[in-house]
């Protein structure tokens, strides 16, 4: 195999077939692409569906102790790769090494947590009205299911997708992001090696347009799962409803971390800051207004622009606290909606430049603006990079419809002593995720995760024990024995 072998197809690792040729780049030293090859051809795509539904029978048909012995292999080879497969992820995608460290960890974790799962998941039985008629559901899966990932998590998204897929029954088609297809391919490898037969998992990497529309209109396909922006997953949730197949997008976000005047200040800081500048700021739950009780927010404000300020920023393999955008699209959006913060009226606080000396990466100063105003664009599109705007209110009702108003309904947080005025917030805020005095980003595996509004399609949470149910159909069973 060669590094320009990026298509595993029924079994076989192939270079694409496609003109478009792919090229990744360490956003930290961008001049030397770290690889580049060509992405896979609709044919390719069409042949990957092929392959999966070919195999899906046999595994659709496979036993919980089959299909979780591979799982389990797996998660066992991931640790004992993990230094390996995180170097690659901060390589593409420039995150510090020791969160993608923690990345792999957890995946690893994903695959034994839905390992276990393969042989617990079921239906129900039910109490039935008729003594001689015994009354119960089963699940089985979709059949192929065509999973399609961001770069932001690039180990840990596609590993949710195909450990839920994989321990329901399902035949894959994986079509990654090309801003981290590197990772994509080794945790295929491993994949391999953990003994999962041939077309179970197949692999494309190519563009949207080419291989992603390929195989969302394919008619062999029985599901599609995406992560991604908001544009992407409402133009493939269009698609796949017009082919009535079950479709779930988790898509992206505007989240507020809301401060009552009796918070903590310096907990609120702290969560501020791992929410908006963890990963860049390149996270769909990142933090990325802080609306705050004007009677707090001028201590609150000095506390979020000092720590903002402390931050070290540098290569993701020097483990600073924040590595460079994972782009040169991504770099020019946020200085884009810095300037357009800007002419809006909003006060820049710190940052919002180059950090000085750092001309070849794609790095981003850490980046506060006050006065900022729901209706200003900075308050209401996704920036999705290290930039936070500080909005004020002075009643409670107040902040909560700051929070709310905006198409996206992902994650929140209140920042609060009084739980009363948290089970308010819980029950007025408008997102999948609440968090009481912690911060927007982060998720238990355990817990199931998924947002409302532009968020979502909220049609099935991922993670959690209700992941299967996207990936199952439900039978109902009524039994009147002879
Ligand atoms: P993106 O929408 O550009 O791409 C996501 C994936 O969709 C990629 O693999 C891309 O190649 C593919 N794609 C593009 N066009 C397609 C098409 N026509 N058919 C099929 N596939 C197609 O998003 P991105 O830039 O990779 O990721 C960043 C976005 O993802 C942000 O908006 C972020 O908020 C969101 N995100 C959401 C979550 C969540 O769980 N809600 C998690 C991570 C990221």
Redesign the pocket.
Known sequence: MTDRQYQYIGGDWAEGKSSDEIVVRDPATPDDPAVSFPGASQQQARDAVAAAAAASEEWNRSTPEERDAVLYELADLIEANQDSLAETLTTEEGKPISSSRGEVGRAAEIFRFFASYSRTATGDTVPSSDPETFTYTVRQPLGVVAL??????PIA?PSWKLATALSTGNAVIF?????TPMIAKHLVELLEEAGLPDGVVNLVTG???TV??E??THDAVNGVS????????Q??SETVASRGIPMQA????KNPLVVLPDADIGAAADAAIAGAFGGTGQ??TATSRLIVHEDVAAELTDAVVERAEALSIGPGMEDPDMGPAVSAEELETNFDYIEIAKQEGATLLTGGGRPEGMETGYYVEPTVFADVESEMRIAQE?V?GPVLGILEFSEFDEGIDIANDVAFG?SSAIHTEDMAAARKFTREIEAGVVKINGTTTGSQIQMP?G?MKA??TETHK?MGQHAYDFYTHEKVVYRSDP
């Open positions: 399609i990932t961001p770069w932001n998590f998204t079509k990654p992001s090309s801003e563009s949207g347009s992603g529309d195989i969302t995406f992560t991604g922006s908001t544009e992407t997953g133009y493939i988790e898509m992206g976000g996270a769909c996704e999705f992902l995760f947002g968020s979502s991922e």
